[in-house]
């Protein structure tokens, strides 16, 4: 029998297994309040190299089918605390081994090594060296005293203590000297490996200069060199190789407390088609942004990028290309693997935990997030959905603006019918319901026009996806436009009053469009009436035309928002700064409302929920500058007011008014809490308790 406090032999090495149950040091300051006794790891008492595998995966898998949803999560107190004793430490329950069960709780060792970084002299620790190198404990040198004495760092770093303030700066000046914006996207990464207080802090700072950097653009650049780009893993990488193994894949991800997973199979990655397992650069940049933007805790989101080959010749091929040099699997294997992957996220994470698709393909997108919305699981497309989401914003921003056209009288007219341009009209069929129109009434005023034209019943060329068929007007309205005519024919013969492009064909919307665009909305609502013109192709060299040109082809009368920024410029009324229709100001707000309110799913309420609160947060200058949707440099401020309408709309429509969380439970019961300003504040000040603080580092 092991008395407390004697060490055991060292178990038999083999690959990554647990090393050996050791005494239990408790550190003086910073494990003081430690009073709960973990239970030991059953590989503690294998013997030998089987059982230590059987002991393991029968432990991983009893604790992977548990709902952690209402355990403490792992704090950076606890985080220290491990690292203070060289020990890993569990959130989740551990599992005894059947021969412990019969040794008095005082008997029972509560922790099991680390395994060693390197053999250490008598009398030294490797214990330093593995906290500056720990980017949630690593501060810089606004590391406090105290912590650097708990876990052995002085002498590993300079003496003098400095507020976090000092280390931003320093991480600016820094920047400063880079020559490309990919040196800084570079730069950046490096930063948050190292220190992740002080790269949040200067991204909070300076979010209009370097949301850019980390996100679209530049993210496309560091996405087609990602092989190159040397930098330590950030997220899960789950091969095809790995089907019928993914389970053990999810188990090693070091955050027990994963509240949003970004998944994206690389197939689709921006403008840039399939770049493979090198999109990884995408959800490695959304998980940034939902903690930028939103205040969610950077453990929260996990990024994962699917490995199942690549199409694209000169990516594939490339030497240096990281992933599997074949082509892409399809089929019954493909889904396989996503049901392996969602079903082990589901049993680490809770049932509840939001499963956030990326940069999918077409021919995948859709049917992917309809299967698993039907199968219950929380999910949402980043491309169909929070587009929608920011695009309708854009639509609400406009109708604060005089000479605008009221919703219910709009008619819009989308040049592409892709996943953003689709997910939109149907978000803008939702809002339509919601001024009172029937669903047949609200699609009667959507035209979709694609590579081949108008979209119609009984269209003579092919392309009618059933998401397409969702808008299909009939033949004889189809007459209207027959194929083979242009954009301007379709504008002329349609007079619509909303122009929306999404098919990345750089300068689509010619000087005659938008001149026939404005004459038609004038013509019914009068001369001071103006058009909507959404260019939301992105990057610019693929926009359908510029801010400056619908103003001046309008006569100045466009409202205009643009999916990539466009410079301000001088008119005769002043400023005018065109939007930016940037999912940034949706999903970190949709994710932390969801996480905040318990939400079930992820539902057109929710995302309409989500475009008004981005149209309420445009400020009164932003107005009268001509923009529709708030600047980025306000994202986190927008991040929160989305977060408050959403959860209030969850806990109105999803849990008839009983809380789910106890965040939730102090949340205002109602669904239109926009339409409050005090219930909108309240519903903001519960949820800003919830997020992440750079300068308050959390170790309790």
């Not at 969602?342 to 992917?368: C, K, M, P, Q, T």
């Not at 098919?503 to 010619?510: C, E, I, L, S």
């Not at 001149?515 to 001369?527: E, I």
């Not at 609160?613 to 306000?634: G, H, N, Y």
């Amino acid at each position: 029998m092991h008395a407390y406090g004697t060490t055991l032999q060292p178990l038999p090495a083999k690959g990554l297994q647990h090393a050996r149950c050791v005494k239990r040091e408790r550190p003086t300051a910073i494990s003081a309040k430690a009073s709960s006794v973990r239970d030991c790891h059953p590989a503690c008492n294998a013997t030998d190299d089987d059982e230590i595998d059987m002991a393991v995966d029968s432990h991983a898998m009893a604790n992977s089918t548990t709902d952690h949803a209402h355990l403490p999560t792992v704090s950076r107190r606890d985080l220290l605390r491990g690292a203070a004793t060289g020990t890993i430490v569990h959130s989740a329950p551990v599992m005894l081994h059947e021969s412990l069960h019969a040794l008095p709780a005082e008997a029972i060792p509560t922790t099991y090594k680390l395994p060693p970084i390197g053999q250490a002299a008598p009398g030294t620790s490797n214990l330093g060296v593995a906290a500056v190198r720990d980017p949630a404990l690593y501060r810089g040198m606004a590391t406090e005293q105290a912590v650097r004495s708990e876990l052995r760092m002085h002498g590993l770093m300079p003496y003098r203590h400095v507020p976090l303030q000092l280390e931003i700066d320093r991480a600016y000046g820094a920047l400063q000297t880079c020559s490309s914006a990919i040196d800084q996207y570079q730069a950046l990464a490096i930063l948050r490996e190292q220190n992740q207080d002080a790269f949040f802090g200067l991204l909070s700072q300076n979010m209009n200069k370097l949301l850019p950097v980390i996100y679209t653009p530049t993210v496309g650049d560091a996405c087609k060199q990602w092989s190159t780009l040397m930098q330590r893993p950030q997220g899960l990488y789950v091969c095809i190789k790995d089907k019928g193994n993914v389970r053990a894949l999810v188990r090693n991800w070091p955050s027990d407390d994963v509240k949003i997973a970004v998944v994206t199979d690389g197939e689709r990655i921006l403008g840039l088609g399939d770049l493979g397992i090198n999109g990884m650069g995408i959800p490695v940049g959304k998980a940034m942004v939902y903690t930028a933007a939103a205040g969610l805790q950077p453990h929260h989101v996990l990024p994962i990028q699917l490995d199942v080959g690549c199409n694209t010749t000169e990516v594939r091929d490339d030497p240096l290309y990281m992933g599997l040099q074949q082509e892409r699997v399809r089929g019954r294997e493909y889904d396989e693997l996503i049901d392996e992957l969602i079903v082990a996220l589901r049993e680490r994470y809770g049932a509840n935990f939001i499963l956030h698709w990326e940069d999918f393909n077409v021919r995948n997108s859709f049917r992917l997030l309809d299967k698993y919305m039907s199968q219950g699981v929380c999910t949402f497309n980043d491309d169909i959905q929070s587009t929608a989401a920011a695009v309708v914003g854009a639509v609400y921003g406009a109708l604060r603006l005089d000479g605008v056209p009221p919703l219910k009288d709009q008619v819009f007219l989308f040049f592409g019918a892709g996943q953003a341009n689709i997910g939109t009209a149907r978000l803008l069929v939702a809002a339509l319901i919601d001024e009172g129109l029937t669903e047949a009434q609200a699609k009667k005023q959507m035209w979709l026009y694609d590579s081949k034209g108008l979209v119609y019943e009984g269209r003579p060329t092919a392309g009618l996806t059933p998401q397409k068929m969702e808008f299909a007007r009939s033949a004889s309205e189809g007459d209207k436009v027959p194929s083979g005519s242009s954009l301007l024919d379709a504008v002329q013969q349609l007079q619509p009053s909303a122009l929306v492009g999404a098919a990345a064909k750089q300068n689509a919307f010619t000087a005659d469009t938008i001149k026939a665009l404005t004459k038609g909305v004038q013509s019914r609502w009068g001369r001071g009436s103006r058009p909507i013109v959404l260019a939301l192709s992105n990057p610019s060299e693929v926009a359908e035309c510029t801010a400056q040109q619908a103003y001046n082809w309008s006569g100045g009368k466009a409202v205009y928002a643009s999916g990539t920024a466009f410079p301000p410029f001088q008119t005769e009324d002043g400023m005018n700064v065109p939007a930016q229709a940037n999912n940034s100001l949706i999903f970190p707000g949709v994710g932390l409302g969801c996480i905040a309110a318990g939400a079930k799913q992820i539902t057109p309420d929710i995302m309409l929920a989500a475009a008004k609160a981005a149209a309420i947060k445009l400020t009164t200058e932003e107005l009268q500058q001509q923009s529709i949707l708030p600047d980025v440099s306000r994202i986190s401020q927008v991040g929160l007011g989305v977060a408050a309408a959403v959860a209030c709309c969850i806990k109105a429509t999803q849990h008839a008014g009983k809380a789910a969380t106890q965040v939730a439970a102090f949340l205002p019961a109602t669904a239109d809490v926009l339409a409050d300003k005090d219930a909108f504040r309240k519903a903001e000040h519960c949820i800003a308790g919830m997020q992440y603080n750079p300068f308050s580092p959390q170790y309790d």
